[in-house]
């Protein structure tokens, strides 16, 4: 068995022109894994679209109906960012079908991503931060329901506060939340995660993954997860417009290797999505996204 990786054609939507959301950096992640031999078309697994049910364990079934039917108020639109349209209702649909089935392969081989997902910033009642339902918490509520975990570690590391993903489990224990995020970004006002770990703009590679080595492997050890759902934005990069940290490629590609090293390592499986990524630069952009996957292929081959 190949690592398991998780693609959808639907998950690619044209925007308006002039919209300035990196919509096609998924095909072209999809693409350059293909093309770079990092993966091959048998390993990847197409999810299904769920039903509005599942996406209510975590949303108001008021705001599931009115995104899903267009009648969301303008303003409500305008906080999410995106331009509605029944193509993007779809897609953002199978986006959370990908991250429940990336989280069962994960289960069952240890390791799986998912070449898209990370939308943290999406409430029950509203989305905002061009997040619109929260894939991760859809899909820990989904394994709580079926019984498969007793304990799930959201391990953030997008630039930005996973306030939505916060929110939501802050009264349950059985889901610990930790985001390693820049302290002066989006959004304004932060939530309160089990563990947050604010950093100064401007932080560098060896400095960041310092950091994060010194909260990780005790991370782990106290938790003790069932399985981890690892949100790996590459937004902290120093060339993204909406990042202000300064890690460099390399630094993405060494915090992969150390994230799902030091997790494979002490067994715990780990479920991934490559969260959000902002840079003017499309190709670029899918690069530094497959640096997730080409770290778990490694990862997967060594453990």
Not at 57 to 83: F, M, S
Not at 102 to 117: F, P
């Amino acid at each position: 068995m190949d690592l398991p990786l998780i693609y959808h054609p639907d998950y690619v939507v044209a925007l308006p022109s002039g919209h300035r959301f990196p919509m096609a950096k998924f095909r072209l992640l999809y693409d350059l894994l293909l093309a770079d031999g990092v993966a091959d078309r048998n390993q990847f697994h197409q999810p299904e679209r769920p039903d509005a049910a599942l996406i209510e364990l975590v949303h108001c079934a008021a705001y599931v109906q009115a995104y899903c039917d267009g009648t969301l108020d303008a303003r409500a639109q305008k906080r999410i960012g995106l331009p509605w349209s029944s193509e993007l209702v779809h897609r953002t649909c199978v986006a959370v079908g990908g991250t429940i089935l990336t989280a069962q392969l994960a289960l069952q081989h240890g390791l799986a991503c998912n070449t898209a997902g990370g939308t943290h910033h999406a409430f029950p009642d509203y989305g905002s931060g061009f997040c619109i339902f929260n894939d991760l918490a859809i899909a820990a509520r989904l394994l709580q329901q079926w019984g498969l975990v007793q304990k799930i570690l959201i391990l953030d590391l997008d630039v930005h506060q996973g306030d939505g993903t916060a929110a939501i489990f802050q009264a349950d224990p059985q889901v610990f939340t930790f985001s390693m995020h820049c302290e002066v970004n989006f959004p304004g006002t932060k939530q309160q995660s089990d563990l947050d770990v604010a950093l100064p703009a401007g932080m560098e590679d060896d400095e960041y993954l310092q950091t994060l080595a010194c909260y990780l492997p005790d991370l782990l050890s106290a938790v003790k997860p069932d399985l981890v759902l690892y949100d790996a934005g590459v937004d902290p990069h120093g060339g993204d417009r909406l990042g202000k940290l300064a890690l460099t490629d390399t630094g993405l590609f060494r915090r992969e290797m150390q994230v799902l090293g030091t997790c494979a390592s002490a067994g715990y499986p780990v479920a991934c999505v490559i969260g959000g990524g902002y840079a003017e630069d499309l190709n670029a952009l899918a690069y530094r996204h497959s640096l997730l996957h080409r770290a778990a292929s490694a990862i997967y081959r060594q453990y």
